[in-house]
């Protein structure tokens, strides 16, 4: 255990406490009491950046299940690193939020900070871990923690239906994920991820490479709402404010982003990776942006925001992968998609925070979010709309905010698509930089609309159910913090680029040297095609903002039945609906059509074995002669047994049955088995008198006159298949002895041995007595529940009587 | 109410010859055929025969015996007997004989294997009466 893996645990351990100190300091807000953890942590984190800096990384390993090769193993290099200042750089601020947002009186907010400490925790173990399987463990952790935290308000419908919605598809993915991560495993033969990287070279050439590559890619598109698994993200709104700021824009839904990145190393050499990863981050930027400008409710809109830009990165980071095929140029310019994708996952990071914090402050001073009722807020709120201003324009892509740089340094990677001459990019390579700059026209316009429809224009406070006013201090702490790194980050982007960005894109792409990427952070002037892009951005999109009215009918075409939670909606009925007809079907709760499923299946297996293994033979060598006796025996119970089913009185049938059992004995003594035939006749006789006594309490009813077996094909056809196959068996299993019978030995022994001349009554009580014990014990269970059933039901109809 | 003088005077000489057989049965067992399972029914017939000539009560005053704890008794003689051979260092289930000089008898083996069918004998005896007496108590 070395200090990291105190840091990694040290959320889960606080959570442990969280209950005792809600319980034991009732007059402090307990978020305070857990504030210091991730400002600590964020700390620590920080005293790595001297070790990435220079390109170092460092291990920490500790045994969990050393018999697998599954052990803790944590590695903290320029990617994982980001992640963690992230996730407890944005953590600290959170909690800090929510001390103020979450009402000390009315929220349980033990639970709040247990989930969000776990949360924070898994998330922590799963940008740190190397190995895959720890990674799996913390990966279901943040899913199962996000799943608590969603559903946080329980006794809301759509809290719990967004709360199932992210779960049932972040596991789905994460199940996908888990097999890709086995099928790695076994390709590499490790479970540690660089190991895996440093054999990328071989694994490409495994014929399961591709299903692993597809499998992986699942669980990172699930977590990070990447189209079309990205209609939990709007669902999963129903989360505090706070938890939709951390977990659902800053840090888990970038959990898919980081596994693409983090095996980026693997998989990048493949074509598949390239046109997958790239292709799906597209269309998501681009239906998320589309899909946004239509939301009327600021965190939906929020949130599609999130899922167009996770589309970005995701789409940067697909086409990173080209750099690795060309290695040999001194400008690599696909690097620059990959430094664009680091660089916009910290922004983006920065301006979505602020924005949700806004738009929980917004929604906590008037008591909606709907933006229709919103409106001239400025005047009341003057701090929140600085935030949502800086915010929604770094987002736009404005300068002179960090989200401009991001953007152009976007714009420049799907540019050089054009450049590409590999994996048939060049025939569809224009499509990039154009549907990239349709989505940033679309980006342009939601977020004008985020920022004036929501503070400029009339306000209508007679719609809003409180008088609004700005927000307390606190709660403006953790946004303000944010917008400022949001302008810090727009003036000074070199700040980031050697300490985070530069170790990053080493991690991503430990196989290129890493001076080539310094001119393109530093780079950013200059009157370039990506300005132009910007400038008809700002344009096209200021003009569309303007007639939004206009041509907002527009979505009408689609209408709400095809949308893709109809879609989700319809799967999840319609398995409903199948399993329960298959059920129907199947489990009818009758008995016969489960003998008739159990008669069949024996049946079609002993054929299929018979067929398969070749063993039907007939070897009539070792036969012994018929005599007269014999045949008149087999002559009485073939009569017998087929009148049994013809009878037409249940009486018949039972004196039928007692004259086979009767012709059993007698084969018994023709076969010279005395002991046998003595007990047959008894026992036949008891039997037949049981079922006579069965018989007479039939009850007297109508409807149970006394009639034939009625005939059934299938009944027929299966009880005649079971008939031959077992003849056939038998048949089989006689014409093919291998051994002698051990019967010799008791022949010989029974006397010598035992003591016994009756050597079926040795074998019973003393060579195999064991069996006779048992079956003397069935016999006394037998009675005992005769016993018990019927004085049961003697005592019960008491009662009732 | 019927005469059942004949059934029942026939009754009386009858299952004193079928008690006996059974024990003979019980007894050859080792020998001819028998042993405990069809000495046991046979008893148990003889029993039935009494409940067919009288009733239930009638026989249980004259056989004042709870047949669950005959079945019990019979499962704690055969589990004893295949249990105490452990306690001569011998695996479970080694039977032993010798033969004896017994007064009467004469020159007789004893053997544990009949004590194991005693059990077994028990055993049935009590479960057949059980079921019959059940059922037939049950109205």
Not at chain 1, 627 to 650: P, Q
Not at chain 2, 23 to 52: C, D, E, K, Q
């Amino acid at each position: 255990m070395s200090s990291l893996h105190w840091a990694v645990f040290a959320p889960f351990l606080l959570a442990i406490f969280v209950p005792t100190f809600y319980k034991r300091f009732r007059s402090i807000h307990t978020g305070w009491l857990i504030l210091g953890l991730p400002i600590l942590l964020f700390v620590y984190f920080l005293q790595f950046i001297s070790i990435t800096k220079g390109g170092n990384t460092f291990t920490a390993s500790a045994t969990w299940i050393p018999s697998l090769e599954i052990g803790i193993d944590f590695y903290v290099d320029g990617l994982g690193l980001l992640f963690a200042l992230l996730i407890t750089g944005i953590g600290s601020l959170v909690i800090l939020y929510s001390i103020y947002y979450l009402s000390k009186e009315k929220e349980k907010l033990n639970q709040f900070y247990v989930y969000l400490l776990l949360f924070m925790g898994a998330m922590l173990g799963v940008v740190l871990s190397d190995n895959l399987i720890v990674l799996y463990m913390f990966w279901e952790f943040t899913s199962l923690s996000s799943f608590l935290l969603i559903g946080y308000w329980n006794d809301r419908d759509r809290s719990r239906y967004g709360a199932q919605k992210s779960l049932l598809i972040t596991v789905l993915g994460g199940l996908g994920m888990f097999g890709g991560f086995i099928i790695l495993s076994f390709m590499g033969g490790t479970f540690s991820i660089r190991e895996l990287v440093a054999q990328s070279d071989t694994l490409i050439n495994h014929p399961l490479f591709i299903p692993a590559l597809l499998l992986v890619l699942l669980g990172a598109f699930t977590k990070s709402a990447q189209f079309p698994f990205h209609i939990w993200l709007p669902g999963a709104m129903e989360a505090p404010t706070p938890v939709s700021a951390y977990l659902h824009s800053a840090t888990m839904v970038k959990a898919g982003i980081y596994l693409v990145a983090r095996l980026s190393p693997v998989f990048a050499e493949s074509g598949v990776w390239l046109w997958v990863v790239s292709v799906v981050g597209l269309v998501t930027l681009f239906w998320g942006s589309f899909t946004a400008v239509k939301q009327t409710d600021l965190k939906s809109l929020l949130a599609y925001s999130t899922v167009s830009q996770l589309g970005l990165i995701m789409s940067l980071l697909g086409l990173g992968a080209a750099a690795l095929h060309y290695e040999d140029l001194d400008d690599n310019i696909y690097m620059a998609a990959t430094v664009a994708a680091i660089f916009h996952l910290i922004n983006h990071a920065t301006f979505k925070g602020s924005l949700f914090m806004a738009a929980g402050i917004v929604d906590h001073e008037t008591g909606t979010r709907d933006i229709r009722k919103l409106g001239g807020l400025m005047p009341f709120m003057p701090i929140t709309f600085t935030i949502t201003v800086i915010g929604g324009f770094s987002m736009a892509g404005l300068p002179p905010f960090n989200g401009f740089l991001s953007k152009e340094m976007f714009f420049t990677g799907m540019i050089h698509t054009l450049q590409l001459d590999i994996f048939n990019m060049e025939t569809w390579g224009l499509l990039f930089p154009v549907v990239a700059w349709v989505a940033s026209v679309f980006t342009f316009i939601y977020s004008m609309i985020l920022v004036f429809k929501t503070f400029t224009g009339k306000a209508q406070l007679e719609k809003l159910e409180k008088k609004p006013h700005e927000a307390p201090i606190g709660m403006l702490i953790s946004p303000v913090i944010l917008v400022s790194l949001v302008i810090i980050f727009g003036f000074f982007p070199n700040l980031l680029s050697s300490t985070l960005i530069e170790p990053a894109v080493a991690s991503i792409q430990p196989t290129l040297t890493s001076h080539d990427f310094h001119v393109h952070i530093s780079f950013w002037h200059g009157w370039t095609t990506e300005l132009w892009m910007t400038i008809g951005v700002v344009i096209l999109g200021t003009l569309l903002t303007l007639t939004l009215t206009k041509w907002i009918p527009i979505y009408k075409v689609f209408p709400e039945k095809y949308t893709l939670n109809k879609v989700y909606d319809g799967i999840l009925s319609l398995l409903d609906q199948w399993t329960n007809q298959l059920n129907k079907k199947v489990i009818t709760g009758s008995i016969r059509s489960y003998l008739i499923y159990i008669f069949s299946f024996f049946f079609l297996i002993l054929v299929y074995a018979l067929f398969i293994k070749d063993a039907f033979h007939i070897d009539l060598t070792n036969l012994a002669p018929i005599g007269i006796y014999e045949l008149v025996l087999v002559l009485a119970m073939v009569i017998g047994a087929i009148s049994i089913i013809f009878a037409k009185s249940r009486l018949t049938s039972i004196i039928i049955l007692g004259a086979v059992g009767y012709t059993v004995s007698l084969f018994f003594v023709l076969f010279r088995a005395p002991d046998l035939a003595l007990t047959q006749l008894v026992i036949e006789t008891i039997s037949v008198a049981l079922f006579l006594l069965c018989f007479y309490h039939l009850p007297k009813l109508a409807s149970r006159s006394e009639e034939r077996i009625t005939f059934r094909l299938n009944n027929a056809l299966v009880s005649i298949g079971v008939g031959i196959v077992v003849t056939l068996v038998a048949l089989s299993a006689h014409s093919q002895k291998l051994f002698n019978p051990i019967s010799d030995y008791y022949l010989e022994n029974a006397y010598k041995e035992a003591g016994g001349k009756n050597v079926v009554n040795v074998i019973l009580v003393d060579f195999r007595g064991m069996d006779t014990m048992f079956e003397i014990a069935v016999l006394g269970i037998a009675a005992l529940g005769i016993f018990a059933m019927i004085r049961l039901r003697l005592t019960r109809r008491n009662k009732e009587s | 109410m019927k005469n059942d003088l004949i059934l029942q005077t026939v009754t009386k000489v009858v299952v004193f010859i079928i008690l006996l057989f059974s024990v003979s049965i019980f007894f050859g067992g080792h020998y001819s055929p028998g042993g405990g399972f069809v000495g046991g029914l046979l008893t148990a017939a003889a029993i039935v025969l009494l409940l067919l000539a009288y009733d239930i009560k009638t026989v249980a005053k004259l056989i004042p015996v709870d047949y669950k704890l005959v079945v019990a008794t019979g499962l704690l003689i055969s589990t004893l007997t295949v249990a105490g051979a452990m306690f001569f260092d011998v695996p479970m289930m080694t039977h032993a004989y010798q033969y004896f000089d017994i007064p009467i008898l004469g020159h007789t083996s004893l053997h544990t294997a009949v004590l194991f069918d005693l059990g077994v004998y028990l055993v049935v005896v009590g479960v057949t009466m059980t079921i019959i007496q059940t059922i037939g108590e049950d109205e």
